[in-house]
């Protein structure tokens, strides 16, 4: 693939502190906790020991997409019982979703009962990590501070802090950390944003250029927060496999659109067809044992800008979305 230019892109954890000073900000009103580590680094508590709530996490899927996409909570009257959605569009889905918002920095320490494990995301990504996936991108990122995302039910230790600002090339108290518990009103909505990256997601890992990825936006539907972990994974995980949406505009002619179009919906995976709670019971909570090919929006639409022409796939399920919204997974 041809990779994206440093020179000709902005900085996403440059563009992103804003919405981080912001948070900070207004803390009390969007019902956020702010503290400091011992070496100085920032956490933004949006869902352990306090509420957080929708706002915030409209606000953190932003600082999620680098400061270049937006993210709007919508009232859709199409969906009967799940009406509120969150859509999300950037000009740069290939660097804010991949760069950025995906995912893909793992983060540990310790061992055992003890131990802490998550993965981080967000623009602290491309300063920091060491994933593959940064080669193939040709992007790095450099600023005076980073802030990165951490899907977790508890504060990390501050050896994580440490070790995250040394990969990024700051001092500890140039580095903020975002804490969002999957089962909080902040997580929900910020997994439930990543719509548009699991596409692109899938788009890499069907080989397609990503070069040639001009534009892109999504939707899904809120999902109520579940009151365990796997309930609560298994209902923002299902928001998107059941009925996101995703339209993609790419460099391309009809053959490779229809092509991508007809690969890209998470029911063209064999394990489509129950929430994803129970597939998760049916590997014996193994996450290697899951067709990665699953995580992807509902339905898609895929135009290809040589021609024009837009290629439809996929169906929204909203009897499935009932039933993985409305029952406890276990």
């Given amino acids: 693939m041809s990779k994206l230019n440093d020179s000709s892109f902005p ?95 793992s983060l540990s320490h310790g061992e055992g009962k003890g131990a802490f494990n998550a993965l981080g995301s967000g623009p602290g990504r491309a300063m920091g990590s060491k994933e593959e996936l940064f080669a193939e991108l040709g992007y790095k990122d450099k600023a005076d501070s980073a802030c990165l995302i951490i899907e977790a039910d508890a504060n990390p230790p501050v050896e994580i802090a440490d070790k995250i600002a040394k990969m990024c090339g700051i001092s500890a108290d140039k580095l903020t950390l975002i804490i969002t518990p999957t089962s909080s009103l902040c997580g929900s909505v910020q997994v439930v944003a990543r719509v548009l990256e699991t596409s692109l997601h899938k788009v890499h890992a069907l080989g397609f250029d990503l070069s040639r990825v001009v534009d892109g936006a999504g939707s899904a539907p809120i999902c109520p927060p579940g009151v365990d972990f796997l309930t609560a994974m298994s209902r923002t995980n299902d928001a998107i496999l059941f009925a996101g949406q995703v339209h993609l505009f790419l460099q391309t002619g009809d053959e490779e659109a229809e092509e991508l179009a007809n690969n890209l919906p998470s029911s063209a995976s064999n394990d489509y067809g129950k929430p994803f709670g129970e597939v998760f019971k049916d590997v014996e909570y193994d996450f290697y044992k899951i067709d990665p090919m699953l995580f992807s929006p509902a339905r898609v639409a895929v135009t290809a800008m040589d021609t024009g022409n837009t290629f439809h796939a996929g169906k929204i399920d909203l009897a499935l979305l009932d039933k993985s919204f409305s029952n406890k997974c276990g």
């Fill in 11 to 105: 900085s996403v954890n440059a563009l992103s502190a804003p919405i981080v000073q912001s948070l900070i900000d207004n803390a009390d009103a969007l019902r956020l906790g702010i503290s400091k580590m011992s070496n100085g680094t920032t956490v933004i508590d949006a869902g352990i020991d306090v509420r957080g709530g929708l706002e915030a996490g409209r606000l953190i899927s932003e600082v999620c997409l680098g400061g270049l996409g937006s993210v709007k909570l919508r009232a859709s009257t199409n969906f009967e019982n799940w009406s509120w959605h969150v859509d999300v569009h950037t000009s740069h889905p290939v660097l804010s979703c991949l760069a950025s918002q995906y995912a893909g920095w």
